[in-house]
């Protein structure tokens, strides 16, 4: 699976949008870009997933650069209930394994 | 219906002894995931079932950890001999086994194992 990078930890205003970068510079054709959030003491919990389109659902979107090489998730209006940490994985359909890393700590503020 | 099912929801053990923890997933998820959470870091696989498939048991870390699943069901994790370092919040997840749905996968809110 294709190693990720992002930022450590990013605020955001409530009722702003919140814009989540991952560097996937070594994924390949056949990796989705999946992204999940850890809110405290819970269970991570799946938000959105992409190949090449950008993606859209009710919890946020999914802009994939045309090279692949990065994505930003979108929250479009952030809420206090958003506060989580943030993860970025590139996982093929062959695979399986959620192996997260840091992510991103999202702070969302009054 | 519910959601992915762990028990117990905090286990403090002594060191040396054995804990059994259990996951119940989601009813008609054929496909369950065991991951380990230390505190401040990521998840990290440990085991996968996938029916009546052999299970991948790459991601566990010694002969102490095993898994079992039942049919389609309940899977409970026992480690042996519990050690310090084993203390973490050990997760659950289960998803359906179509090729597209494989890695949308459904957690639980988690066993913290505490060992003393």
């Known amino acids: 699976d294709a190693k990720t990078t992002q930022p450590p930890s990013m605020d955001c205003a409530e009722g702003r949008a919140a814009n989540l970068p991952c560097n996937h510079s070594?994924?390949?054709?056949?990796?989705?870009v999946y992204w999940y959030r850890q809110i405290h003491s819970q269970g991570p919990q799946y938000i959105i997933h992409?190949?090449?389109n950008n993606e859209t659902n009710e919890m946020a979107s999914l802009i994939i650069t045309e090279d692949r090489k990065s994505s930003t998730l979108i929250l479009p209006h952030a809420t206090l209930r958003d506060t989580a940490v943030y993860y970025c994985i590139a996982l093929s359909n062959s695979g399986y394994a959620l192996n997260f890393g840091k992510g991103t700590s999202l702070l969302v503020t009054p | 219906g519910a959601g992915v099912s762990q028990s117990p929801s905090n286990k403090v053990t002594e060191k040396g002894k054995d804990v059994e923890l259990r996951c119940d997933p989601i009813?008609?998820?054929?496909?369950l995931y065991w991951y380990r959470q230390r505190l401040g870091q990521g998840l990290e696989f440990l085991i996968y079932f996938q029916g009546n498939s052999a299970p991948d048991k790459s991601g566990l870390p010694s002969d102490r950890f095993s898994a079992e699943r039942t049919g389609e069901s309940v899977s409970t994790l026992t480690i042996q001999r519990t050690q310090q370092e084993d203390s973490a919040v050990y997760l659950c997840a289960s998803s359906l086994t179509r090729v597209w749905a494989k890695n949308i996968q459904y957690f639980g809110a988690g066993t913290r194992l505490s060992v003393l």
């Open positions: 992409g190949l090449k």
């Open positions: 009813s008609g998820h054929t496909a």
């Open positions: 070594t994924i390949s054709g056949n990796e989705y």
